[in-house]
């Protein structure tokens, strides 16, 4: 039946069709996957879950502040002390800053520092609900009327500088990503497939997928509320590459065997696809669940990242094994030039490197697994050096943005930042109490006038410091303590630095509800797949302990080679999603064939031969994922190097030691046991010709490939 469905997929005149669906759903959908970027929504306080204190003190806020305000400090800075001109400008400045588009409310300052050096002139502007993509041209214009020269520097930060050097930092990001991940690929797939011309078809697949996945995630942002920002947007593009990718080399790899075997092409693919589909199914469904169990994440970033995940495998994967099976037997066997796979011709495999490998392992597999683990755990101690505290606004960033220098100004001249203030609400009744316990606490400026309206109170304070520091969440934390003490006050904290202390806080949770959740759909899918549960047990084991290794040796470049601060609070989550759900993919390539080759070999035979026919295209494909996600390093955001250098090294790990060596030593020492308790655990043992268990030589090796068959 699957045959059937295979054949009639790739038939003489249906792989047209495919082709002409494809391309028509390109051009329709490619002008809503150019328009991604115009729903991204890049600011923290959206991505908070409605039960966080801060989403509900925004709630109460609206009748005291405007909710699309963005306050925007400009700095100004003379070391050799500031001048009367230097004040009388910044006074005039400060006229002509208020009559810009936008401006909220009266422009304050400019407010100088004790020390004479510094000043601080604060403008709120109200631009609607897309005031954050906005900003980077209003900025523009505040550099104009606020201009450096003659010793006086000046910065734009608070809210509305770090809006502009966001969209700085995300400028051209899908463009740049696309092609740095194509070209990537491209040179992997010229030196996997050594051929001038197989390789644009998976990448023009890849190029379709990626149109289509971003179509659909645009109409799911647009109308069903889904959050996506930079972050996933770029996770997206080197995902659908990454992931597809790796399913075209499964594909073409088993489509090369078949072409061996069958001299018709249109044949030889329908095996191909028979045989290939179902793992290809398997590991792409498991990806998909995996992402899709970010869904149980309290942040709405994380939570958003989920389906825009699942949406690009999804498609990836559609593509993957209807589009580039077509174009395969369209363009026929010359495409593999200079290797054609003739009719007949020898399979390279069977003599290959991991065929090399597989018999070095099969000699002392117990010992081979036990010594691989412990390497794997000891690399996993580095995660003792992992900070996932979060980072500040000074510590996200590789390169020194303008709104990350206003902020060490304000810091260096003891500024506090007027456009990140501490915000409370209360009973109105509780006013006084409220002030009274705020007055007592350290840590914070002096607090505003109250305002009362509907019987509730709305106080004021600016934070000292980096409102993104941990010690501005410590202040945070003081604040309410102190307030929510006051009996009857029913008080709620808000600001900057509350929002940044609910999204750590809301990380912490997530890590410990979704890693959990990950694990468990995972293994019910290999349970499934493999009908068995100790080899999905072990399977699982192999993952986590590949995961803790990357993380381990992870953290440790990050601390020392890097020199990063700290990790993102949501880095730990979203390492071991990817690395999970990804890293499976390659055991599952592996043990579907492996458990295919039982049926005929026996477990420990078929594991030699499944390693020596995958080993190969397994190998490419990690690389390939590898190298897509270390694309994401050249952005210039911390945390986007951070899963790209961590994911990347989990997959090399994954591929080259957990699935190549670990699993397969542990097939090789367990033998049939791995299926309990499956129909094969309960075959009779193959016998060799000298009373051996599957094809277990005396001396401990084992049998070449053609003994030993059931």
């Known amino acids: 039946m699957h045959r059937q469905i295979a054949g009639r997929l790739t038939g003489r005149v249906t792989k047209w069709l495919v082709l002409g669906f494809w391309l028509v759903a390109v051009v329709a959908l490619a002008p809503l996957a150019g328009k991604l970027t115009d729903v991204q929504n890049n600011e923290t306080s959206s991505w908070l879950p409605d039960s966080a204190e801060s989403t509900r003190a925004l709630a109460k806020l609206e009748a005291f502040q405007d909710p699309n305000a963005i306050p925007t400090v400009i700095v100004y800075e003379r070391t050799s002390g500031l001048t009367r001109q230097d004040f009388a400008a910044a006074t005039t400045q400060a006229k002509e800053l208020a009559t810009l588009d936008g401006v909220s409310g009266p422009v304050v300052g400019p407010i100088p520092a004790k020390d004479g050096q510094a000043m601080q002139t604060v403008v709120t502007f109200d631009l609607g609900k897309n005031g954050w993509s906005l900003m980077p041209d209003t900025v523009d214009r505040i550099r104009e009327i606020a201009p450096e020269g003659d010793g006086l520097t000046v910065h734009v930060t608070g809210a509305g500088g770090q809006a502009a050097d966001s969209a700085a930092a995300f400028e051209g990001l899908d463009s740049t990503l696309i092609y740095a991940s194509a070209m990537v690929v491209i040179i992997i797939l010229l030196l996997t497939y050594r051929s001038p011309t197989l390789w644009l078809l998976p990448v023009f697949s890849a190029v379709v997928s990626l149109v289509v996945a971003q179509a659909l995630v645009y109409v799911l942002a647009k109308y069903a509320d889904l959050t996506v920002n930079g972050q996933s947007q770029a996770i997206l593009t080197v995902l659908v590459f990454g992931a597809g990718t790796d399913y075209a080399l499964l594909l073409v790899a088993r489509y090369r065997e078949e072409l061996r075997r069958h001299e018709d092409r249109h044949e030889a693919m329908a095996f191909a696809l028979h045989r290939a589909a179902p793992a290809i199914f398997a590991s792409a469904s498991t990806v998909i669940l995996g992402m899709l169990t970010l869904t149980l994440a309290e942040l709405n970033s994380s939570a958003g990242l989920g389906p825009v995940s699942a949406v690009g495998v999804a498609v990836a994967l559609l593509v993957m094994i209807t589009l580039l099976p077509a174009l395969l037997v369209i363009f026929g066997r010359w495409v593999f030039w200079p290797k054609r796979p003739w009719f007949g011709s020898p399979e390279p495999t069977t003599t290959g490197f991991w065929a090399r490998v597989g018999r070095r392992i099969a000699r002392a597999p117990r010992r081979v697994w036990v010594v691989t683990a412990i390497l794997l755990a000891v690399a996993g101690l580095g995660i003792t050096k992992l900070d996932a505290n979060g980072l500040t606004t000074e510590e996200s960033y590789t390169k020194e943005f303008d709104s990350v220098v206003g902020q060490k100004v304000l810091t260096r001249h003891g500024l506090a930042d007027e456009s990140n203030p501490v915000l409370v609400v209360a009973n109105a009744e509780k006013s006084a109490e409220v002030q009274g316990a705020m007055n007592r606490l350290n840590g914070i400026g002096e607090l ?144 579907t064939r492996v458990r295919e080759e039982t049926q005929t070999r026996g477990t420990r035979q078929g594991s030699l031969v499944a390693l020596a026919a995958t080993g190969g295209v397994i190998t490419s494909a990690g690389i390939v994922l590898a190298s897509t996600f270390l694309v994401l390093s050249t952005m210039p955001l911390v945390a986007f190097v951070e899963v790209g250098v961590a994911v990347a090294l989990g997959v090399l790990l994954d591929t080259l030691v957990v699935r190549s060596v670990l699993v397969t030593a542990l097939n090789l020492d367990l033998g049939s046991r791995i299926w309990w308790p499956s129909r094969l655990d309960r075959s009779p043992p193959v016998e060799a010709l000298d009373g051996t268990a599957e094809g277990v030589l005396p001396g401990g090796g084992f049998q070449t490939e053609d003994a030993g068959r059931r």
Do not use: C, W
Not at 512 to 527: G, K, N, Q
Not at 586 to 591: D, R, T
């Open 448 to 591: 505003s006038t109250p305002v009362v309206k509907d019987g509730v109170v709305f106080l004021s304070a600016p934070i000292e410091g980096d409102a993104t520091a941990p010690s501005a969440f410590e202040t945070v934390d003081k604040v309410r303590e102190a307030v929510h003490a006051v009996d009857g006050a029913d008080a709620l904290v808000s600001g900057t630095s509350a929002i940044f202390d609910d999204v750590e806080k809301a990380s912490q949770r997530d890590n410990r509800v979704v890693i959990p959740a990950v694990l468990l759909v995972v293994l019910m899918v290999l349970i499934v797949l493999l009908r068995a549960l100790v080899s999905p047990l072990l399977l699982i084991g192999t993952v986590v302990l590949s995961f803790a290794a990357a993380l381990g040796l992870s953290a440790l470049l990050f601390t020392y080679v890097f020199g990063f601060a700290g990790t993102d609070a949501s880095i730990p989550l979203f390492v071991f999603v990817f690395l999970v759900a990804l890293g499976i993919d390659y055991n599952i390539f592996l043990m």
